[in-house]
T-cell receptor, first 119, second 114 residues
Framework: EAQVTQNPRYLITVTGKKLTVTCSQN?????MSWYRQDPGLGLRQIYY???????DKGDVPEGYKVSRKEKRNFPLILESPSPNQTSLYFC??????????????????FGSGTRLTVV | AQSVTQLDSHVSVSEGTPVLLRCNYS??????LFWYVQHPNKGLQLLLK??????LVKGINGFEAEFKKSETSFHLTKPSAHMSDAAEYFC????????????FGKGTKLSVKP
């Protein structure tokens, strides 16, 4: 089954304790991205990756890091989490043609989300 | 620059009555537009997409949307609401070019009363 898998689904942590949220896709998509969802703000892009070893900042990158060493994996790293990073996080993937041309016949595939609470 | 505006943060309908969720877009070229649905404590599911093939787009679960260039609108409709339609709905446009990310509206929460 084609899917994007995020882990963990739920995470409660303390301020300053480094954490990683994993994201893996099995569709051979070049493009992957992380979003955070906050009430009344919709989803906002944190980082994205056009391919292996190619990553760039989205609209709200502060406090986050990513890496793309393999095509299928795109982990989100919080080196020193703070309470304002409490949010619902989604990973998404798509064929590169969708990202480059702004058109797609596929849409983007989202993971099930990770609810992070930083206390 | 591409953007979407969802005109209602909350819509409430009775079961069996029509649903209208409004979305206006702004784009410097012909956009790709989507509607996604998020049920409580669930991920995001693609409802339908517009990619310039046809202005009236049919999606899953009886939803459809019409792309109106003259009005820069992409409103989501359903003739008869069902209790299971209660969810949050997002209108989305793709920002093409090097960043290529999805730009989300702020969402419309749909409530369905028995």
């Amino acid at each position: 089954e084609a899917q994007v898998t995020q882990n963990p689904r739920y995470l409660i942590t303390v301020t300053g304790k480094k954490l990683t949220v994993t994201c893996s896709q099995n569709m051979n998509h070049e493009y992957m991205s992380w979003y955070r969802q906050d009430p009344g703000l919709g989803l906002r892009q944190i980082y994205y990756s056009m391919n292996v070893e190619v990553t760039d900042k989205g609209d709200v990158p502060e406090g986050y890091k990513v890496s793309r060493k393999e095509k299928r994996n795109f982990p989100l790293i919080l080196e020193s989490p703070s309470p304002n990073q409490t949010s619902l996080y989604f990973c998404a993937s798509s064929p590169i043609t969708a990202a480059r041309t702004g058109t797609t016949n596929y849409g983007y595939t989202f993971g099930s989300g990770t609810r992070l609470t930083v206390v | 620059a591409q953007s979407v505006t969802q005109l209602d943060s909350h819509v409430s309908v009775s079961e069996g009555t029509p649903v209208l969720l409004r979305c206006n877009y702004s784009s410097s070229y012909s956009p790709s537009l989507f509607w996604y649905v998020q049920h409580p404590n669930k991920g995001l599911q693609l409802l339908l997409k517009y990619t310039s093939a046809a202005t009236l787009v049919k999606g899953i679960n009886g939803f459809e949307a019409e792309f109106k260039k003259s009005e820069t609108s992409f409103h989501l409709t359903k003739p008869s609401a069902h209790m299971s339609d209660a969810a949050e709905y997002f209108c989305v446009v793709i920002r093409g070019g090097s960043q290529g990310n999805l730009i989300f509206g702020k969402g419309t929460k749909l409530s369905v009363k028995p």
